[in-house]
C-alpha cells in the first residue's frame, strides 16, 4: 500500500483499508481514526481519471471537472472545511490544503435542493456545518436485493434530509455504489465497518478517499 505523491496519475487504486492503514503508518504524527472513500473515477483505460479536482499536502494535482454537476469538498488553510461548487472553487483554490471530487449538490446554505432522481443506492456524502468547523461523513449501504447488505439505499434526498438533520448546511454526493466504504480503527488494525454493495459485500480498490485523523 502507498501513501505517496508518486502514485498520483500513476492508475494506481488501493482499497480504503489499505489507504488509510498506509497514511497511519507513514505519518505517525497524525492519530488516524478512520475514513471513507472519494471521488468518482474510471479504470477502463490509462490513466486511471478522477471526475473532480484534487488537493493533497497543499498541493494541486488537479483542477479540472469532467462535468458541471461536479464539486469539492475542501479542507481550508484555516482548518475549515467546505463543500464547493465549480463557480466557486477558483477563488477559494489557493487555500485548498486537502480536496477531493463530487458530484451532486445535495444540501445547499442550509437547504435540500429539488432532485428528480429518486433511485435508491449505496451512498457516501460529505457535508460542512454553516462556520465550516465540522464536517460530516455519511454512509449508507445498499443493493440488498443482490448482495444481501441489509439495506436497498438511499436517495439523494433521503441522504440530504440525514445530513440536515445531523447539522450539515451544505452537502455532495461521492462516489457510491460498490465504492462506499466506511474504514474506522480497531485496535492498531483498521477495518471495514460497512457491507459494500459488491459481490459478498468486498471492498472496492477506490481512487482516493478522506481520513478522519486528529493531531
Do not use: W
Amino acid at each position: 500500500p502507498k501513501d505517496d505523491d508518486a502514485s498520483y496519475g500513476a492508475s494506481v487504486t488501493q482499497k480504503m483499508t489499505e489507504q488509510i492503514s498506509a497514511l497511519a503508518n507513514k505519518r505517525p504524527s497524525l492519530n488516524v481514526l478512520g475514513g471513507v472513500n472519494g471521488d468518482f473515477f474510471q479504470t477502463q483505460t490509462k490513466p486511471y481519471t478522477i471526475q473532480g479536482a484534487f488537493h493533497r499536502g497543499g498541493k494541486c494535482y488537479k483542477d479540472t471537472f469532467q462535468d458541471v454537476v461536479c464539486t469539492l469538498f475542501a479542507i481550508l488553510d484555516d482548518g475549515t472545511c467546505a463543500c464547493l461548487n465549480q463557480n466557486e472553487y477558483p477563488s477559494y483554490k489557493s487555500r485548498i490544503k486537502e480536496a477531493v471530487g463530487a458530484r451532486m449538490n445535495l444540501v445547499e446554505n442550509g437547504s435540500m435542493l429539488s432532485f428528480t432522481d429518486t433511485r435508491l443506492e449505496p451512498r457516501t456524502v460529505s457535508g460542512a456545518s454553516k462556520d465550516g468547523h465540522r464536517a460530516y461523513l455519511l454512509i449508507v449501504d445498499g443493493r440488498e436485493d443482490l448482495y444481501k447488505t441489509g439495506s436497498y439505499g438511499g436517495s439523494y434526498e433521503a441522504c440530504a434530509r440525514l445530513m440536515i438533520a445531523a447539522g450539515a448546511y451544505e452537502a455532495i454526493n461521492n462516489d457510491g455504489g460498490g465504492s462506499s466504504s466506511f474504514v474506522v480503527k480497531s485496535g492498531t488494525r483498521y477495518v471495514l465497518h460497512n457491507k459494500p454493495g459488491n459481490s459478498n459485500n468486498t471492498e472496492r480498490a477506490v481512487f482516493n478517499g478522506m481520513a478522519v485523523v486528529s493531531r
